[in-house]
């Protein structure tokens, strides 16, 4: 009878050890090379600038909402699997613009220090650029 839990460990054991490992990283920035490994899923829709990002991340927002209303059957699992590809892109690609958009203020700032007015000029009319693509997607998401 001891024989059955300690034969059942055993292939466990050997189960776990011999089953290739296949790490995935949440926290990392760049799914590129997740994508590579798992050809059989989904690219998303991508995000090639701020306004896509924008535009994607609304649109994909509202097909989650919808998906995730009433209950949640494999078919709708499903969907949100894929369309959970774009939303990353999308947040992906905002997590990339808005470190520029902190470069660029760091410009304005430095420059103001300095008193280097073309710097200020050029970086802050960049910099308010991006930042008011994010503050009337705010307002137009209301």
Partial sequence: MKLLPIASAVALS??????PVIA????????????QE???HYKGKPS??????L??????NKLLNTELSGELTPQKMAEIHQLTYTLERALERLDDEIDEMKDVLEEVHLGSERMELDRVKKNGARYLESSNKLVEAGRAYK
Avoid: F, M, W
């Fill in 14 to 19: 050997l189960a776990v050890l011999t089953s």
């Fill in 48 to 53: 090639e600038n701020l306004t896509q990002a």
């Fill in 38 to 40: 798992r050809p059989d």
């Fill in 55 to 60: 535009n994607n991340l609304r649109e994909y």
């Fill in 24 to 35: 995935h990283d949440h926290g990392k920035k760049d799914h590129k090379h997740d994508e």
